[in-house]
């Protein structure tokens, strides 16, 4: 796959509407019914094909992120519904009419982004973005994506249909945000009224509510999980980071265990870290990034002179003597997030130093 989106068309308006839409959305890999050659395929990298467009269709969602079909509606529906498999893996499918007036998010509007795309080739097109997600057509938040675009992921995502129904439906919706960015609301409109926002699991404990957003960075407890969880959706944002120092030659295996174990001593989740911090020494320190590698973090470095900057409690200078820094976890730990404090402030184990700070959000 050279581009991540396919554009089909099928007919002599199709033809020309794909050809222009390729010229101005980026991305956009062409197919169309070889009978509408017109002797320049080949040379501009447009795909012709004979016979259905069915044929192609099982390639295509394998092979693109989102598909736009200048084909008509009901005829897209029959064509896809044998390749569907899960909200979570088809790809976006749009449909745009044979005018070019309408475009259609038809699969995957949120999670494959659809929506999304629909917005963006109507724009192109000139053309009248047509979506029917409740939650888009209602501007509130969608639960399948809310916080997707600051990197948030869901962590718990059965409960997911439930909750999205009572945030659609008005139903009093409790939203509990104990860390994570706080623009996470897109609209140019106050949050609806049915939906209340806390700072913690406590100041919601009396609040009634029929569901629940929860976005922490906490591993909850078993009575916060049957409290907010039993119809809840989970989120954790990138909200904590990591600073550490290793001796040299330190084994992903090792660094990867004190990492696990020390999350958990906290009652933190792996999935909110944002990314370790070291001294710039570290920058090629195989362990560490082979550890970045496996759990998609940045791994950011700071100079001992920028590490001198941050005051320490404790500084050391058997690590002054060997890096020039009085510290390597504990300030980078800080100059990372943005922090005043640690959540640890230092912990040595074996080769290697760990501290965990909180990304001080605005």
């Known amino acids: 796959m050279s581009n991540p989106f396919a554009a089909v068309a099928i007919t002599k308006h199709g033809v020309e509407m794909v050809r222009n839409l390729e010229g101005q959305f980026q991305g956009t890999d062409v197919y169309y019914m070889s009978k509408f050659a017109r002797g320049d395929e080949e040379q501009l990298g447009y795909t012709l094909f004979e016979g259905s467009v069915k044929l192609i269709l099982p390639d295509l969602f394998k092979r693109y992120n989102g598909i736009i079909l200048f084909i008509s509606l009901g005829a897209v529906v029959r064509m896809i519904a044998p390749l569907l498999v899960d909200k979570k893996v088809d790809p976006a499918v749009l449909v745009i009419d044979d005018r070019g007036e309408n475009v259609i998010s038809v699969l995957s509007g949120h999670l494959g982004g659809a929506n999304e795309l629909t917005r963006q080739v109507a724009e192109v097109l000139g053309a009248r973005a047509v979506i029917t997600t409740a939650s888009d057509v209602q501007g509130t938040i969608p639960v399948d994506m809310f916080g997707r675009e600051l990197g948030w992921i869901v962590d718990s995502f059965d409960k997911a249909t439930p909750v999205s129904a009572a945030v659609v ?12 960015e706080r623009s996470w609301w897109r609209y140019n409109k106050p949050v609806p009224d049915h939906i209340r926002v806390f700072h913690s699991m406590q100041e919601a404990e009396t609040f009634a509510f029929n569901a629940a957003l929860v976005v922490s960075d906490r591993l909850l407890t078993a009575a916060e999980e049957e409290r907010f969880l039993a119809n809840g959706v989970l989120y954790r944002p990138k909200s904590l980071v990591l600073g550490m120092g290793c001796n040299r030659g330190t084994a992903l295996e090792e660094l990867e265990q004190e990492v696990l174990a020390t999350l958990e001593e ?5 999935k909110s870290v944002r990314n370790i911090a070291t001294i710039d020494l570290k920058k090629d320190e195989t362990g560490l990034l082979a550890l970045c590698a496996k759990y998609g973090w940045q791994l950011v470095t700071y100079t001992p ?4 900057t941050v005051t320490l409690p404790n500084p050391s200078e058997t690590v002054f003597k060997y890096t020039g820094a009085y510290g390597v976890s504990e300030p980078a730990a800080l100059l990372s997030s943005g922090a005043d404090h640690w959540l640890l402030e230092k912990k040595k184990s074996g080769n290697l130093t760990i501290s965990v700070t909180r990304v001080a959000f605005n």
């Open 169 to 180: 439906n008005e139903e009093p919706v409790a939203l509990i945000q104990e860390t994570g």
């Open 266 to 270: 906290l009652s933190l989740s792996v």
């Open 305 to 308: 002179a920028e590490l001198n």
